[in-house]
């Protein structure tokens, strides 16, 4: 594989700025399955090997069964996702697709279970992860 620039050690401060993010993200009121949720949708849609495989193994450690991941990518189809999963995961898929925006119907659902500072949190997760897939698809950073 080809050698891409590695921001972390050429720009350290800009890592840092990132990792606060995700400092902020650990101390929010958001439930760390959901979290995890968030990270491995956002990353299924953006083909990032790197996070998917990173935060499979997070999941797996904090209790989400093989089932549920397996089954993330068709969540409309089948009830093993919450109500409030769900709102979330379909609020992760729009906003990862921003270019067809984020539809009010997606919004309203999301905010009418999630009151304004936990939406806050979920959006600034979504656009956290959305973040590090393009660092690491753009210097393809390698699983393992």
């Known amino acids: 594989m080809e050698s891409r620039v590695n921001i972390q050690q050429v720009e350290p401060a800009a890592y840092q700025a990132m990792y ?8 929010s009121k958001i439930d760390p399955i959901l979290l995890e949720l968030i990270k491995m949708r956002a990353s299924q849609i953006n083909g990032c090997a790197f996070c998917l ?8 450690k904090i209790g989400e069964t093989e089932q549920r991941l397996y089954l993330l990518n068709a969540w409309k189809e089948t009830t093993l996702f919450t109500e409030e999963e769900k709102a979330v995961l379909a609020l992760t898929e729009e906003v990862t ?9 997606t919004y309203q659902n999301a905010a009418s279970l999630f009151n304004e500072q936990e939406l806050s949190q979920i959006m600034m997760a979504i656009v956290t992860i959305n973040a590090w897939n393009r ?10």
């Open 20 to 27: 606060g993010l995700e400092k902020y993200l650990s101390t």
């Open 53 to 60: 495989n990173m935060h499979a193994i997070d999941a797996r």
């Open 97 to 105: 697709l921003i270019s067809n925006h984020v539809s009010d119907a």
């Open 135 to 144: 660092i690491a698809i753009a210097t393809k950073l390698t699983v393992g």
